[in-house]
């Protein structure tokens, strides 16, 4: 399944190159892949071993996954937030006021969509990542959705995290896709 995934992206960059896709098109299907693969195998930790075999695999995983995308398509593909849990993702003010432009646009018209901004000689386009039902076991709110045990793990492996007291549906942060 995965390596079926990886030659969609391929033949995607190749149609990218030839000019047949647009830069939002590709980007999408990135963050896509990188969303699904997340998914995917936090749905399984946490199956296996619940939200402490899942916040591991994040630890240990997430990022490395992100590499192994932007390695495999050539574009750069980053997750960044203004709530990190990881003080890797937080945002600049630049993807800052990215973020609050699409959040303005939620409020305007119910969707959050992405965004293409052109500086420093690239694109990048940025893709909402928001709150669904799965994530408000480690996303949600303590006591309510985050059970005792898993905010003791949190602590332990994120000692300055930010990214609780999200409700379903809320804009988590977005996939920062880098185009050169």
Do not use: W
């Not at 896509?32 to 071993?49: A, C, P, T």
């Not at 990022?63 to 890797?88: A, D, H, M, V, Y």
């Not at 119910?110 to 940025?126: I, W």
């Amino acid at each position: 399944m995965r390596t079926i995934y990886f030659l969609n992206l391929l033949v995607l960059v190749t149609c990218f190159e030839c000019g047949n896709v647009t830069k939002e098109t590709l980007a999408v299907q990135v963050a896509s892949e990188l969303k699904q693969g997340l998914q995917k195998e936090l749905r399984q930790k946490m199956e296996m071993g619940g939200e402490v075999a899942a916040i591991q695999y994040c630890n240990l995983k997430a990022i490395p996954l992100s590499l192994e995308i932007s390695k495999s398509t050539g574009f750069q593909i980053r997750r960044i937030t203004n709530k990190p849990r990881n003080q890797i993702n937080l945002m600049t003010e630049r993807e800052l006021r990215s973020f609050e432009l699409i959040q303005s646009e939620f409020s305007k018209t119910g969707k959050y969509n992405p965004l293409v901004e052109t500086f420093d000689g690239a694109t990048h386009v940025y893709i909402p990542i928001t709150i669904g039902e799965n994530c408000l076991v480690c996303h949600g709110e303590p006591g309510r959705n985050v059970k005792p045990k898993t905010i003791e793990i949190l602590k332990k492996l994120y000692p300055m995290d930010k990214a609780l007291d999200y409700k379903l549906g809320d804009l988590r942060g977005l996939f920062d896709v880098k185009i050169n």
